[in-house]
């Protein structure tokens, strides 16, 4: 019986390339915070040339030290072919996911690539989870909140994983058996509170979940088909600042009082606003009708750094004479929320007197009094 399940394992890996594409794991310091959102921002050359699916996600996440799980519904083998030419990593994954019809969320610290009726709302489902397990009495509230790293080797079972993450906090599981068996692929995550754990465990399987009791035993739920996360950001904002949040975030029901805002939406919406009342410095797109919309804060940038940035979110080639290149190291502050390109461009260009324009692949920049 013993050497006839080896031989049903063994059958299993030979005829799934994508699970043995990478066993020897690597210890990485990934990345975590306000960390991730800063990588996710930086400019990233590299090429693949059919690689599977898995390793090329390894090793893009290795190289950044960006966390990337894989949805287990997704083909780890398939062959990649694909050129990363200078734009943000997080325009790679758009055009990376895009090609293969899937799309990804940021859980936590955690890159997730799945269906895109998973990645539109897990990141939100996970932070949901992770304010109602902060509900919970001692000592059980500070035990899910602790961040914890995961790490398991080949073959490792969902239903162990999931185990044992909550003995680790004390919990317990209902039904082990509402777990449906799989094999996975080694993998190697950064330290995450348990919800965000647990919901990318649980992901592949349309589930998540609830808990109950003293000590607190955790049962499976559907998915939820929709969801909202409300959050409290303790920030006296002006009416006119007020008024741009409203209208660049329009998916968010946003309320403020003197000394706070409260919004209600989906956490990619909340992690941007966060970013951007803590005055960090934020470029961020969001498809309208006919143009993209652009959000960008800094503080004492050169120009030149920011027309950079541009250009490395729209895939454009930069046009600069040197007189232009010696005026764009003037540095300038620039608060632009909910602006076309054309609009940033010139908010960005104007204090050195330069001017831009966008002609196919190019971005042209020259001075304004030529």
């Known amino acids: 019986m013993l050497r006839s399940c080896l031989i049903s394992i063994l059958a299993l890996c030979l005829a799934s390339p994508g699970l043995l594409a990478q066993q020897e794991q690597v210890e990485v310091d990934w990345q975590t915070g306000s ?67 899937l799309g990804y969320c940021l859980v936590d610290s955690t890159i997730y690539i799945g269906p895109k009726e998973i990645t539109g709302k897990l990141a939100t489902v996970a932070e949901v989870l992770h304010q109602f397990l902060a509900q919970l009495p001692d000592p059980w509230n500070k035990q899910a909140g602790k961040r914890v790293a995961m790490r398991w080797e080949l073959l490792a079972t969902p239903r162990l994983l999931v185990t044992r993450q909550l003995e680790q906090a004390g919990f317990e599981l209902a039904m082990p058996d509402s777990i449906p068996h799989d094999l996975w692929a080694s993998q190697d995550l950064p330290p995450m509170p348990l919800a965000h754990r647990l919901a990318i465990l649980l992901a592949g399987f349309d589930k998540a979940f609830t808990v109950a009791g003293d000590p607190p035993r955790m049962s499976l739920l559907p998915m939820p088909e929709k969801v909202k996360l409300q959050k409290v950001y303790k920030k006296a904002v002006s009416t006119q600042n007020f008024q741009r949040i409203r209208e660049f975030f329009p998916d968010l029901a946003v309320k403020r009082t003197a000394t706070e805002v409260t919004a209600v939406g989906s956490q990619e919406d909340h992690r941007q606003l966060a970013r951007l009342l803590r005055g960090e410095q934020v470029t961020s797109t969001r498809p309208g009708p006919v143009n993209k919309r652009y959000m960008l804060k800094v503080e004492m940038t050169p120009i030149q750094q920011i027309i950079e940035a541009i250009a490395r979110q ?57």
């Open 314 to 370: 729209d895939g454009l080639e930069i046009d600069v004479d040197e007189e232009s290149k010696k005026r764009w190291e003037k540095l300038i502050d620039l608060d632009a929320l909910d602006v076309t390109r054309e609009k940033l461009l010139e908010m960005a260009l104007t204090p050195a007197k330069l001017m831009g324009r966008v002609e196919g692949k190019k971005l042209i920049i020259r001075a304004a009094d030529e």
């Open 35 to 101: 960390a991730v959102d800063r990588q996710l921002q930086q400019p990233l050359t590299a090429s693949w040339k059919e690689i599977p699916l898995r390793q090329m996600l390894q090793n893009l996440g290795r190289s950044q030290r960006v966390a990337i799980f894989l949805d287990r519904r997704i083909d780890p083998g398939q062959p990649i072919q694909f050129e990363a030419k200078g734009e943000s990593m997080a325009v790679t994954l758009d055009r990376l996911t895009g090609k293969l019809e």
